[in-house]
């Protein structure tokens, strides 16, 4: 039996057209700072890839910087905005870890940021401000409201970043209305180590990394061809997806796991969220032995966001969110890509049944 992959939100499979582009550009040899012929082709396949994601996000060319992913690009942002910076409870850690010195704005308990207290923040600062607001999270999906949240910056003279890792190809966003956005190509179905961030070229950003010049000196270094390549591929196909049926097969499964065990909760909820994305605890079992017990299974499922030390620690968003223990212990990520079908999903279920079904039984005996 084939493994079933049931872990979208860590990384998503390199889509087809990506894979030709990759292979058909692998062989070829420049570095794209040369003057010379073979440099010159390196360049044309980096453009090329530039003007895709302009085209996706409606900006310029000249505001696409490549980078090695959203890591980066949250950190080029976080560190080289001189000026206060305000940012959700919620955030990845690559936003949170960037800026410890940023004003943590609340979120209520489906994970949305609370109005009010982003007002009185903007309210007190005095500085240049940036307010960093993911736009969907990575965990329990939750979709923030953008459109007010740009209303208040605009109010205020805020400028606005937003991490848009996990809603890039998911949401129709008004991208327009950000001064920076950051992405990752394999969450879209390129390759990993390589992303983008979007620039209001109007604000002054110190760069991270200085070197060679490279990427109008926001960016040095060699630039990571064959990976911008697979992106330029996979942010061009984001127009072409189709979340609606992916949304019916997680709210089934949805269904199914309320239907058979009322008391397992589902996170965000009552919140707009990712049509992919389902997060959920189970009582009386841990996010650790759940886990396992799907890799057992044959089913690769995350117990929250993927984290590098390949341990499952309790989720920052969760408790950001007020859940306490046990839910917090017991929750478990099931996010879907666009090839999902009920086919992985039935396995899933079952799965889960046996092991909610010997808990019940180790408790009555
Ligand atoms: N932001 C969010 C919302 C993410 O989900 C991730 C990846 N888990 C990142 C940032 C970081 O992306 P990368 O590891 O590709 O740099």
Known sequence: MPRIYLDHNATTPLIPEAQKAILETIDTLGNASSIHAHGRTARTHIEEARESVAHFFKVKPSQVIFTSGATESNNMVLKGFQGTIITSAIEHDSVL???????????????ILDLDHLEKLLINTTTPTLVSVMAANNETGVIQPLDQIVHLCRRYGAKIHTDAVQAVGKLN???TDFDFISLSAHKIGG????????INEKISLFPLIRGGGQERYFR??????????????????????????????????????????????????DAPRLANTL???????????????FDLSGISVSAGSACSSGKVKT?????????????????????LGITTTATDLDPFFTAWQTLYSRSQERIAS
């Open 97 to 111: 870890d960037a800026k410890p010195s940023a004003l943590i704005c609340s979120v209520d308990k489906q994970g």
């Open 173 to 175: 966003i008004v991208w």
């Open 191 to 198: 390759l990993q180590g390589v992303g983008a961030l979007i």
């Open 220 to 269: 040095s270094g060699t630039e990571n061809r064959i990976g911008i390549v697979s992106l330029g591929k996979a942010i061009a196909d984001c127009h072409n997806r189709d979340w609606q049926k992916i949304e019916m097969l997680r709210n089934t499964l949805q269904d199914r796991l309320i239907s058979t065990c009322p008391e397992v909760v589902i996170f965000s909820k």
């Open 279 to 293: 997060c959920f605890s189970t009582p009386n079992l841990t996010s650790n032995t759940q886990v396992m017990h």
């Open 315 to 335: 989720s920052h968003v969760l408790r950001a969110m007020g859940i306490t223990s046990p839910h917090l212990d017991q929750s478990l990520r099931v996010s």
